[in-house]
């Protein structure tokens, strides 16, 4: 408990730093306000909360960050853009967006908004849109992260657009920093983008970030978007993801997890109207002694709309997993198609993998199912590369790599896929 | 002598299958193997590729003068064992060309030969491809997912071309084809037998050896061979069926 109390002062100082700096109007300084005040009361979630129960916070309880001094990162990022977005990418160094560091000349046809830039001109959709999804209420990170609110993203992708090129959003963050990127994404009407969410870093740094990014599709937009977690092996790592979606929207999203000592993706997608489409399909790929957890909402609130959930998982070394996946078919919600599907890959006797996914169906005329698996690879499957020549430990690591192939497979970036592709066989060493 | 096998008892799960199987094939021969269902056809194809579900209860395998129940699977495939699967497996997630690349890598770096780059090895497959007349989307799918029962076994050929074994064992290799895909297939093995290699026919039709013309014909029964002849044996079984023999016996 004191050392809670502690940690909670530490926070504090931060706080008061960040907040006494601080030119925002009222309502968001008041938001900011009660957003610290929930966390000094609640701090973390703790075990005892449902949606905690396998999810430690204690690791990052114990450690200290501090916020960041530097506006601009020393080493190049040119190497952490992919090919495809060499000229639409935005970057957020240690939390905060750098308009000078970004670059949009390939896509025009969207319009951002750093919050700074956003409240001098939009200040009416940025005080009717920010935390509207995600309410700092819902846990201790949610509200730290909204206590810490300064410099986010607006993205906007304007009625009928249809964005040719993907949009890159890069994070990168420096050693002892608390990052707290906060973003908007607004597709309208009949817009359509492809955006790849990454969080790449390849030194060794130990920093947190603490991200929320609240998502909403108006009616007949689709957003594909690609989330790669790269962090750092030292840090660690939280994403609220909160996405609403309209009416014959379609919503398509990959998640890789591969980075971080310790990480969470929490990611809600909600109907708000009918005969749309979500795919929430996801990877992660866990060693050492990682842990990874997702938890993930898929909200049936409308009728005919359709939820597809694929998660695969490879846990190795003394690695640990959560997985919680559900699915909610309310009353009204009449031709709902929902499949859910998490298979695990238990590669080491010394991990361990919490997998639980729920479906609850308050009506009747839907198609629903779901299933969870956590397995070792087929002895069949071994003996037939093995016949073909291969040694025991190739013929499981091609194995491994084949499973997570139907994810990865999913990516049509080029580039995307092909440094996913190398970072795994580099994982399981093997040479293709 | 390639391959001797002496009084070889083997099974599954402590069940006896092959209760005393004597076998010699030199190189340059093809031996027909035929039996009913579940007379241990498979489990001698297993036994001899080093299947671990199996389990040698007496007798051995002499392989080029070598102790081959003491060799595992990967090593047996590269000193050029190869068993054509009666069911081949599915790989999903990894192309044909991929694995037949890391295969063929596999056994050159055994031999202390040079090992291929991708650009190099497609070139090497679109010409083995050939022979069992597979397309080049076949190269970049999968490994046999979502193949047919005929693709399947085409696909096995195929890796039999790549990997240019010395000894191979088609496992009814044969079922499940229209006479087409047999054609294929049976066109592809024959090119591919030589002086230098042997090949193990199993199967429970006469129909294959039609096509493929074997140097001897074995019959399989309750776990041994009872009967060993030329391809005459073949017609004989065709006509009269197993039965005549097992009363034989
Ligand atoms: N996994 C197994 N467990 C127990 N018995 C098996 C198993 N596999 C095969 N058998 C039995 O072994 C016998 C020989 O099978 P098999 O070698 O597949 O025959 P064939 O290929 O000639 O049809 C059969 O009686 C079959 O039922
Ligand atoms: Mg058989």
């Known amino acids: 408990m004191i050392t809670q109390v502690k940690k909670q002062n530490l926070y504090e100082e931060l706080f008061q730093k960040s907040f006494s700096q601080s030119t925002q109007p009222a309502w968001l300084k008041d938001l900011r306000l009660k957003a610290f005040e929930y966390f000094s009361q609640n701090g973390f979630p703790t075990p005892e909360d449902e949606e905690w129960k396998y999810t430690n916070t204690a690791p990052i309880t114990r450690e200290q960050f501090s916020l960041s001094v530097e506006k601009k990162p020393s080493t190049q990022l040119e190497n952490l853009i992919y090919k495809e977005t060499q000229r639409s990418y935005l970057v957020f160094f240690n939390g905060q967006f750098i308009r000078e560091l970004s670059n949009l000349e390939a896509a025009s046809n969207i319009e951002i908004f750093s919050f700074s830039e956003a409240l001098k001109t939009n200040n009416e959709i940025l005080e009717e849109k920010l935390t509207k999804q995600v309410q700092y209420q819902r846990n201790g990170f949610t509200a730290l992260n909204t206590a810490f609110i300064e410099n986010g993203l607006f993205l906007h992708i304007p009625e009928n657009q249809k964005v040719s090129v993907p949009i890159q959003i890069l994070f990168v963050s420096t050693e002892n920093v608390i990052a707290t990127p906060r973003i908007l994404i607004l597709v309208a009407k009949g817009a359509e983008a492809t955006l790849i969410e990454s969080y790449l870093r390849s030194e060794q740094a130990r920093y947190f970030t603490n991200a929320v990014i609240e998502i909403s599709l108006e009616d007949r937009a689709t957003l594909k978007h690609h989330r790669i977690q790269r962090e750092s092996h030292n840090a660690f790592h939280i994403t609220t993801t909160d996405v609403e979606i309209g009416e014959e929207s379609i919503y398509d999203s990959t998640n890789i997890t591969l980075g971080a000592k310790w990480s969470r993706h929490e990611i809600s997608a909600k109907f708000t109207k009918e005969k749309a489409e979500v795919f929430v399909d996801g990877l992660y790929l866990t060693s050492g002694e990682q842990f990874a957890d997702t938890h993930s909402v898929i909200d049936h609130l409308h009728p005919n709309c359709k939820s597809r959930q694929n998660y695969k998982g490879i846990v190795d070394g003394k690695s640990r997993v959560v997985f919680n996946g559900k699915i909610f078919v309310r009353e009204g919600a009449k031709g709902t198609d929902a499949h859910q599907s998490n298979k695990n890959l238990l590669l080491s006797s010394n991990a361990r993998i919490d997998t639980k996914p729920q479906l609850e169906i308050f009506n009747d005329d839907v198609q629903c199912s779901h299933g969870a698996t956590v397995g070792q690879l087929e002895e069949e499957e071994i003996f037939y590369l093995m016949s073909r020549g291969l040694p025991a430990s190739l013929a499981k690591n091609l194995l491994t790599y084949g499973f997570a192939e139907e994810i990865i497979n999913k990516i049509e970036l080029e580039s995307v896929k092909a440094t996913l592709d190398e970072a795994l066989l580099n994982r399981l060493s093997v040479r293709l | ?249």
Do not use: C
Not at chain 2, 36 to 65: C, D, Q, R, W
Not at chain 2, 138 to 160: A, C, D, T, Y
Not at chain 2, 198 to 211: D, F, G, K
């Open chain 2, 1 to 249: 002598m390639l391959l001797e096998i002496k009084n070889l008892q083997a099974g599954i799960e402590g069940i006896k299958i092959l209760k005393g199987l004597n076998l010699k094939v030199e190189k340059g021969e093809v031996h027909a193997i035929m039996g009913p269902n579940g007379s241990g056809k498979s489990t001698l194809a297993k036994v001899i590729a080093g299947h671990p579900g199996y389990e040698v209860f007496e007798g051995e395998i002499l392989y080029e003068g070598k102790n081959l129940l003491e060799m595992e699977p990967d090593e047996r495939a590269r000193e050029g064992i190869f068993m054509a699967f009666q069911y081949p497996i599915e790989i999903p997630g990894v192309s044909n060309s991929q694995f037949l690349r890391i295969a063929y890598n596999e056994k050159m770096k055994h031999l202390g030969l040079e090992e291929l780059d991708p650009i190099e090895f497609n070139d090497l497959l679109k010409e083995k491809a050939k022979l069992v007349e597979m397309g080049s989307d076949f190269l970049k799918r999968s490994v046999n997912e979502g193949f047919s029962g005929g693709e399947k076994k085409r696909n096995e050929i195929l890796q039999m071309a790549v990997l240019e074994p010395k000894l191979a064992i088609l496992d009814e290799t044969d079922s499940g084809l229209d006479i087409d895909a047999l054609r294929i297939v049976a066109n592809g093995v024959n090119s591919l037998r030589s002086k230098e290699n042997a090949i193990i026919l199993v199967t429970h039709y006469q129909r294959l050896l039609n096509y493929i013309e074997p140097d001897y014909v074995h019959v399989l029964a309750d776990g041994r061979i009872v009967k060993s002849g030329n391809k005459e044996l073949a017609l004989k079984l065709e006509e009269k069926g197993y039965d005549w023999i097992k009363e034989a016996a």
